[in-house]
């Protein structure tokens, strides 16, 4: 018996939802592991990538999948589901910045994010994390959701909730930046 | 051309995501990014940040995704019965609020009979028995408050109790 049964028509006396929006629980469990297996990589390598602390990673990448399915969010396929889910986790690592810390988040050693033995890393790559590890975490979120996950200037101000018409400005900054820093090796 | 980007850079950006670059463009593009300070940093980041993506997206160990599932189903109903029971609360507080009102109001109003009573108490009772004869008047009141605060005491642990338990 499901706890549903049990109390009906709870979840109907709910906040109504938005026209167009559809709850994520409507989404069934093989649905919803189809599409985990498709986006739960990707959403942690942004999340440890933009935050650079794979443990937290870990625990946003979880609080952003049970905050997706308890959510309505917009019925228009995978891909908005998908943008919805990196604006949730956007918004949780907001709000991780946003509290007092207790260690830095620079102190995180990128090793972590290293190779394991027998595979090779390319210059770029070998120098992209002291590079990343320059740059803001603003300007990593917007890199990463422009060049790694190819969102264009209007789904990263969907995504971010910054003004569409200033993320093509701070992206050209950024990337003037990060190529600099690409190129001398993270030097700044 | 804009201030900020290269007019070629949409094409660019567009092989790159579609992993045709460089081998599925022109000599002349590729000419074109060797010279171009913006495109030739759009390549530079792009291809640095998808080979990151690959490579990091392999390195999570992930929690199932019926563990997830479950703690969604949980969150939701927690948060349906907190949604549920908050009426609940709110009725109980003004009914409390309520009822200590006509207590207090029905305290005031019959104070001279209460004393009265109180007063009569003991005789009612047969407490007489049990006070010495030398002891005042007032004296039995000191037996008669803490009795009946003990047991006021005794039964609000029992209903705390029987609250928790639930």
Redesign the interface.
Known sequence: MS?ESI?PN??A??SPPLAGTTPA?AMD?EQ??AF??RS???L??YL??VSRD?AL??DL??EA??R???AHHPEDGEVAARRYLFKIATNLLRDHWRRPQSSSIDEIPEHI?A?SSGET??D??A??APAMAQMRPRDRQL??LA????YSHHEIAQITGLASASI??LL?RA??K??RL??TGGQA | MSLFTCAREREVTDLLHKGHWPQACSEELRAHVASCRGCSDLVLITESLQASRRQTAELPRLEPAGAIWWRAQLRRRNAAIDQMSRPIIGAQIFALAMSVIVIGAIAIWQADNWSAWFADLPTTLHLDALIPSSSPESGILWIIVPVLATIALLSGIVVYLASEKQ
């Open positions: 706890w109390i709870v979840l006396g709910e629980a469990n919803f592991a985990y297996a739960a990589r990707s942690w390598a440890a990538r794979p990673a870990d990448t979880q999948y049970v997706f399915l308890c994010f190779l890393q390319s770029s790559i120098m992209l890199l990463w060049y790694a996950e190819g093509r400005l050209f990337r003037r990060m190529a690409l190129r």
